[in-house]
């Protein structure tokens, strides 16, 4: 069974930074593309990062390029967004998903966890 759990989300003050986990199970990370997105409210579902198989690339909305970083340990089978200079538009539910084309193309996505909230407020 495939599996992503999501963590690493909480509050945050604005200019503030947290690490995001995604640990998947039942398959290997390594093999296939992941992403995050994230939701924030009354709003749609936005691309944020993608690190492809093997992470030959790594891809950033323009919205966090320079401010956050995708990241994978394979030995953990886990991959990380590191966020920086976080603003409270960031504010979401932080998601992550699996392209098991393993090349970040939006529209293969089809295996995705909960979701962790991330709160960004003074």
């Known amino acids: 069974q495939v599996q992503l759990v999501e963590s690493g989300g909480g509050l945050v003050q604005p200019g503030g930074s947290l690490r995001l986990s995604c640990a998947a199970s039942?398959?290997?990370?390594?093999?296939?593309?992941m992403g995050w997105f994230r939701q924030a409210p009354g709003n749609e579902r936005d691309w944020v990062s993608c690190?492809?198989?093997?992470?030959?690339?790594?891809y950033y909305a323009d919205s966090v390029k320079g401010r956050f970083t995708i990241s994978r340990d394979n030995a953990k089978n886990t991959v990380y967004l590191e966020m920086n200079s976080l603003q409270p538009k960031n504010t979401a539910v932080y998601y992550c998903?699996?392209?098991?084309?393993?090349?970040?193309?939006?529209?293969?996505?089809?295996?995705w966890g909960q979701g962790t909230q991330v709160t960004v407020s003074s």
């Open positions: 039942g398959f290997t990370v390594d093999y296939y593309a």
């Open positions: 690190i492809s198989s093997g992470g030959v690339g790594t």
């Open positions: 998903a699996t392209d098991f084309s393993g090349t970040c193309l939006l529209e293969d996505f089809e295996s």
